[in-house]
Structure formats: structure tokens, C-alpha cells
């Protein structure tokens, strides 16, 4: 805060969820939900597009989705940063249209025009900021706003474009389970390891936080971003459509069916059963029961998965059950008692529940803000990314530069080399992934260091930086440390990993890691052979052996060589670069034998290659 701007700076959180929305800002040690004339904090993320060309947003917008069912747009969350191919399961379910774009991305198609998932939730956060700006009787023009916590870059880089959309600085992007611990251990008296378990609309997230006299760090986090509420309802709208004998091919079918199967479902987290009158267009009114029971059955699948979600964060975070102090709840579907009994029975305490659900995460988004708005020093927050980085070096090894779960910003410098004499560019592949061989990894971008002078292989020093921001967004800059040569380029992939995508690679690094490490060994293999037989040449020409000596050790090069160019197995390798080794050995102190080792241990030093141009 400056001498001249004596005011401290209004920043307020906001919560932009995939059901609904709201901003809280800063009150005293803690915060306060901004709501609308009528009392009301949620707004749902819900947009309606007009015949006439008007636009509804929130509850409005809510209420007409019966009567404009494809023109109604919700859960555009699910769809922002997404490319078509990883939504089409789910845009078979919506009533609006749902296609692909440019780069292959999801647009939402209403009444013949076209619209980014990004441009919805720009009209959302508007309306959002109004509400927020009408109950502080203030101009908002900055906010911080939460993601879950596994949203990719691109997914980060769209809520940032959507905000930027509305009129509003992003200050930073917080994960959602990390904004609602921040509400809940506020007062710092409650240190501790906390798990999140955040069960919304349409995504699912836990995360282990150990909060520390006022430190919050992420230990771990894992989750579904196909998983919750919406997917209740999914569930209930099935078994009503059947009971109804209705098809779900109808848009006004389906938004009505959805629209009864939510209430269904929040009047079973109250009641044993549940009744409902359901009247389709041109129908007679039916009345479909539904015990607890029976819902508790059709969603059990739904909630296991989230607790191995559960499991897994834990033993990421190299916990055990026991370790966990407090289990914190957010998101409205953490309400359902099959959740709250499950969780209980498994971590062997039962949930905290003094932190609104629907509110936790706005609340923390405020105490975040009113942080970064330079208010509040005592706190900070510490976070983690969710899989390894790295590039891929010479003969498709993926070399980790950050693991997973490194806590953010981190950043990371190694020293490559080139492959080939005489190598004026290096093409750096950036991947995300947790297995040894760059294929099985998740490519995330590409660039060139151009302009290396013509030096012998292995010669040019290329530093290799990568930084991660505050916000997740990975940075990578390559320079060639003997020219001052440098080429950058930030990571925003055309579309991220889908979390599925996520747990599927995560398992997979698990189930091959054997196959991967033999297949990584020979790459090794082969670059260290290769190593060799630079440096016994380069070695050879620098030395003055007797011309016999010289002889068999061009030979068992030469030998080396060939089994490289014909793609010989690691074994035939492994024997060749043992025979020059013990050539090379036994001219003991010779020129050779220590050029050849210093020419190694440079190779080592350096690591293996990036891929050549
Ligand atoms: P959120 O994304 O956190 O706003 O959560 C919204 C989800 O919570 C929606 O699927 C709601 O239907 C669900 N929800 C809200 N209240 C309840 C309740 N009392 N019982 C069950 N689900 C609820």
C-alpha cells in the first residue's frame, strides 16, 4: 500500500462452480459471502440465450431452461479448455448443442451462433461481479478465482481468459480444496494435516493439506473431473425416464427429468423417501417413489470411486489414515448422508461440517485475495503440481526436470547436449507424465533453440530451466551457456490431460514400470555406448599410441559402432562397450583411458541428449 493510496485494495474471491457461483470478500479475521437484493449467495452458472437476441444469466436463466432447453447452457465448466474429443460422452447428455472448433476444442453452439465454454463463464463471472459490485456498492476490478485443483494448463489459462473476458484482473487461480481449507483453519489455531474432500456438481477433488502456524501446503491431491453431483442426477433422470416410459432424445424431456431428479435427490439427503410428480408435455401427471435406500445403491459405484481417490491422495501424501486430523467437506453434494457415512467409516472420524459446503471455497478465496491485495502477511499458501515434467532426450527417454507433487513455484536447470557435429539447432520436446519413455507421456509443447555455432557433439552446454508459477503455468527456457543463445516458450498446451487421463497414466507408470525401466536402461545404453565411441575417437586423434595399440582400439570402436547402426540388443551392446572399455583400461595411464573417462563423465554430467534437429 502506497502513502497516496491509503485505502487497502478490494479484491474479492470468487467460487466460479460448475453448478453455481459466488464471490465472498474479506470481513475482520474472516470473510463474507457477497449476495444478490434477495439474500441469495449462489448464482447459478447457468446462461440463457434468447430468441430475441437477449441473455439471461443466473437464476433467471435457470428458470427458463425448461422453456429453452437447447438455448439454456450449464456446466460449461466441464467443457472450458477442452478439446471435443475428451466431451463427447457428456455432450451426448446436454440439451444444447455441443461441437468441435478450432484445434479441436468444445464450442457451444446456441440458435446459430457459436460460443467458447470460456465466453459462457465470462457472462457467468459478469454477473457475479455485478452482484458482488451492487452489495459493496463498489467497482470490483480484480479478483482471485478458484479452479480444481487438477485443472491443466490449458483449463487454468481459459478461467483466466474468461475472467479477462469479464473485466476482471485475475490476481491469481487458487485450487478450489485449498481456498475451502483456507476458510476452515482461518484462525491458526488449528494446525494439522487436513483432507479436503470436495464433492460438487461435476467434479470431484481431495486434497491433504498440513497447515502450520498459518502455512498452507498441499501435501497431495488426486480426483475425478467426471465425478459428482451432476452425475447423481444422471443416475436419478435414467431411472425416472423408465419408470416415465419417456426417451431422453427430447431436450424439454430431458431438462424437466434432470430438473426433478435434483430435487429428488436434495430431498432424499432429509428424508427416507422421496415422491415425485412428474408431468411431460402432453402426459398425464405420474408419481415415481424413490427410497433412500435405493438411491444410496444406485450412486454406491459413484461414491467408492472417490474414496480410492481418498486412499490415493493419502499415500501420496505418504500418510496413513491415522495421520489425518481433520476431514474438511465442500461442495453441495457432500450434504448426500451416504458420503458423510462412508468417509467416516473409513477415516475412522467424522467430517467437519462447521464450514458452509456451498460456501467454504469462496470464503477462502476472499482471505486469498485480501492476501495478495498486500492486506494480510500472515499467511502463506504453498501448492503442488499434480505430474512430473520434463523433455524428452536422445533416443526417447523422458527426463524429469520436476517431479509430481513438488510444491509451487518450483523450478528446475539441467545441462544438455547436441547428438551430432556440427548441430546448429536443438528441437526441445516438453512432456508430462510419470513414465520412463517420452511416447507413453503427454506431449505438452515444442520449441528450437536456433543459432548454436557449429561445435564438435557433446560441446555446446544447453541449461535446460523450467519454471512452474504461482498459478501452475510452466515456463521453459533453453540458452546455450558458451553463446548466451536462448529460446523460451510457456506452456499452454492446445488442450491439457483430462483427470482420467491423469489416473489412467499415473497407473499405468505403475503397471509398466518394469518394462519401462528396461526399455529406459537400453537408451542409456546406447547413449553411453555412443559417448564411447565419440571419445575414443576424439581421444585417438589427440594421442601418439604405437600403431598397434591404436589398431585394436579403432577396431573395438569400429565394432561398437556397427552394433549401433544395425540397432543391436542391449546384451550384444553391453558386451562391445565392455571390450572397449578394458582397452581402453589397460593402456594404463594413457591419454586414452583418461580422455575417454573425462569424456564420459562429461556426457553423464551433461545427461543424455535432447533430440537433434
Ligand atoms: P457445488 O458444485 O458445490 O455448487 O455443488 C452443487 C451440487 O450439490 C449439485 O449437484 C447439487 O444438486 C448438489 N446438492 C446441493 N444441495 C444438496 C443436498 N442437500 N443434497 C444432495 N445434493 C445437494
Known sequence: MSATDPKPRLVVGIDLGTTNSLAAIRAGKGARVLRDRDGEPLIPSVVCFLPNGEMVVGRGAKDLRLQHPDRTVFSAKRLIGRAGAEVDREAALLPYRVHRGDRDLARIEVGGRDYAPEQVSAFVL?????????????????????????????QRQATRDAAQLAGLECLRIVNEPTAAALAYGIDGSKDGTVLVYDLGGGTFDVSILRIDEGVFRVLSTSGDTHLGGDDFDQLLSERILAAAGASANDAYVLQAVRAAAEGLKIELSQKEQATLRIELQDRAPIDITIARAEFEAMIAPLVERTIACVHRAIADAKLTADDIDDVVLVGGSTRVPLVRQRLEQDLGRAPQTGVDPDLAVALGAAIQADVLAGNDKSLLLLDVIPLSLGIETLGGAMQKLILRNSTIPTSSTEEFSTAVDGQTAVVLNIFQGERELAQDCRQLGSFTLHGLPPMPAGLPRIAVHFLVDADGVLRVTATEKRTGHE???????????????????????????QQDYVAREAIDLRNKAQAMVTGTRKALALASLPP??????QKSARALEKLLQSGADA????????????????IADDVISSAVQRSLQEEQGSNTNPSAS
Open 126 to 154: 459478469q454477473e457475479v461481479k455485478a452482484t458482488a459490485e451492487s452489495a459493496l456498492g463498489q467497482r470490483i476490478d480484480a479478483a482471485v478465482i478458484t479452479v480444481p485443483a487438477w485443472f491443466d494448463d490449458a
Open 487 to 513: 529460446a523460451s516458450i510457456q506452456v499452454v498446451p492446445t488442450f491439457g490431460l483430462s483427470r482420467d487421463e491423469v489416473r489412467r497414466m499415473m497407473l499405468d507408470s505403475i503397471e509398466n514400470a
Open 548 to 553: 598397434d595399440q591404436t589398431f585394436s582400439v
Open 571 to 586: 546384451a550384444a551392446l553391453k558386451v562391445a562397450c565392455d571390450e572397449l572399455s578394458k582397452l581402453t583400461a589397460t
